[in-house]
C-alpha cells in the first residue's frame, strides 16, 4: 500500500468501517461493506482478485454495491463494475461558518425518516436508505409542516466528519436553505475539534459553487462504480 492509500481520506470508506463506524460493518480484513439498509458503499483492502472474491461472498446474486477509487477497476468475472462518474472530494479548508444560522433548522430522526426517504428521492442527492440518518446528525427544515431541506453526517473516521444528503425540494430551492444547513452542520463539526468533508460529482457545478463559498475546496477525485454481482 502507498503513502497516498494509508491517508483516511484517501480511504474514506475503509476509515469509516474500521474506526468508528464498525458497527455498521459487514466483511473481513479483505474486503467491507455497511449493512445494506444504512448505506451501499463497500471497499477493499486492496484491489485483489482474493479481496474482490471476498467482497462477492458478501453479495447476494444481483446485488450490487458502490466504490470509490483511483482509477477504473477491473473487477474478477462474477462482479461487473459500471463506472458512474467521477467525484470530487472537497475539504472545509476555511472557516467561513461565523454567525450559522439555526432559526427554523431542526434535528431529524426515527420519526421523520419516511419524510427523509422521499425527500431524497425526489431530489437525488445520492445515496439514502432508511437507515442512514443513524449514522449521524440530521437537520432539515420544515415549511408549514412539510420537510423541505435536509443534510446531515454520513461517514465517520478519527478527525473527519462527512457531510452529506445536502438536498432541497424544487419547490423551494433558490432560497439558500442547502447553505444554511451546510453552515450548520459544519460550525458543529468544528465546534468537535473535527473536519468536515463532502463527496459532490464532478458535474454538479451549481452544488459545488455553493460549497466553495462556504469554504470548501477540492482535495482530490475518485472513480465513483457500482459493483454488481452477476454470476450466480
Sequence with gaps: MNDRASVPLDRPIWAALTSRQAAFCLGDSLARRFQADVAPFAALASETPVAYQALQAQL???DQVALL????LTPIASLEAEQVGVIHQMIAAR???SGADTRDVIRLGV?????????AQRTKPGPFAKRTHEMGMYIGIR???RLVAMAGERMHFDGHVEISAVCVDPAWRGRGLAAKLVRVLTHDIRQRSETPFLHVLCHNQTAINVYEQLGFELRRTFVFSLIRHVAP
Design 95 to 97: 472557516d467561513r461558518t
Design 143 to 145: 415549511d408549514q409542516g
Design 60 to 62: 447476494g446474486f444481483g
Design 111 to 119: 420519526a421523520d425518516v419516511n419524510e427523509m426517504l422521499d425527500l
Design 69 to 72: 477509487s483511483d482509477a477504473t
